[in-house]
């Protein structure tokens, strides 16, 4: 069974920095791209960051602020927050598309991690 488990969240003040890890447990054959969504009461889940095999796409709102880097070797994923603002709180959740044998491909979906940056 594949499981997702983020850490790194909490809380900081508005200019701050945070860095989520998001590390994939299970019997995996390849992990094609890995992302960072976030989401908010009453919005819809967006989009912050992803990556693949050698490409990485932000968010507008986040673009030169947040940094998404992976370790394949370590089957995890980062993202570097820098210069926090408060409408970056969130509940942040990784996302892994996983190829597994005798599986197929699809998405895998972490559980959450708080983030909140005060005022």
């Known amino acids: 069974q594949v499981q997702l488990v983020e850490s790194g969240g909490g809380l900081v003040q508005a200019g701050g920095s945070l860095r989520l890890s998001c590390s994939v447990s299970g019997t995996i054959f390849r992990i094609n791209a890995m992302g960072w969504y976030r989401q908010t009461p009453g919005k819809q889940r967006e989009l912050v960051a992803g990556i693949d095999s050698g490409s990485t796409n932000y968010a507008d709102s986040v673009k030169g602020r947040f940094t998404i880097s992976r370790d394949n070797a370590k089957n995890t994923v980062y993202l570097q927050m820098n210069s926090l603002k408060p409408e970056d709180s969130a509940v942040y959740y990784c996302?892994?598309?996983?190829?597994?044998?005798?599986?197929?491909?699809?998405?895998?979906w972490g559980q959450g991690t708080q983030v909140t940056v005060s005022s």
């Open positions: 996302n892994a598309n996983i190829f597994r044998l005798n599986y197929g491909t699809r998405d895998y």
